[in-house]
């Protein structure tokens, strides 16, 4: 059992190595199952028992980059283990900023924009008290954590596809900082 569990491994990460070469010169859409099976150096048959097309092998290859993210960085439930957070996140961004950017200019609607929504997220709940200041529905605080997660999102891919010379420090405390003034901003004092 162990052994086929290795081949299975080994399948799938000559997939995912021959994706993110295929990935830096040519859209996803482009590449086909044909290309990128003899790029990894294995049979149509073993890439159909595990995707159906190479866009659900860039979905595996997502989730495990978010998955590993917030084992390095679990979310946070205090107001002040937030700056930390987002230092440890944006460092492992910036540590796989390849894969990133792959994954970014791949797939516009990557899971990206749910992980700055869940930082967010645990902002508000982390400042919770605060919040229910907030002269808005719990609706409105919903999309005003999505608009933020939406600013973060074209934010970090900015600072990764222009390669804007700032640490990840730097754009955690940047991003720690709007969301402190932002929800400042909207509380009733």
């Known amino acids: 059992m ?24 040519k859209d996803i859409s482009k590449i086909s199952i044909t290309e990128l099976c003899r790029e990894a150096g294995i049979n149509r048959s073993t890439f159909y028992r595990y995707y159906n097309v190479p866009q659900d092998l860039l979905v595996d290859i997502e989730k495990k980059l978010i998955e590993n993210a917030q084992n390095v960085a679990p979310i946070p439930v205090k107001a002040e283990d937030i700056l930390p957070y987002l230092e440890k996140l944006f460092s492992y961004i910036y540590d796989n900023a390849e894969i990133s950017k792959i994954i970014i200019r791949s797939n516009p609607e990557v899971n990206f924009v749910h992980m700055i929504d869940v930082c967010n997220s645990a902002f508000l709940k982390a400042n919770a008290s605060a919040t229910d200041n907030f002269p808005f529905d719990k609706i409105d605080k919903k999309l005003l954590s999505v608009f933020l997660g939406g600013g973060g999102y074209y934010l970090i891919r900015a600072w990764l596809i222009d390669d804007i010379p700032k640490t990840p420090k730097e754009i955690a405390q940047l991003i720690y900082e709007l969301l402190k003034r932002n929800l400042d901003t909207y509380l009733i004092k």
Do not use: D, V
């Not at 086929?4 to 995912?16: A, D, F, V, Y």
């Open 2 to 25: 162990k052994k086929e569990n290795q081949r299975i491994s080994i399948s799938k990460r000559l997939l995912k190595e021959a994706l993110l070469k295929l990935l830096n010169y």
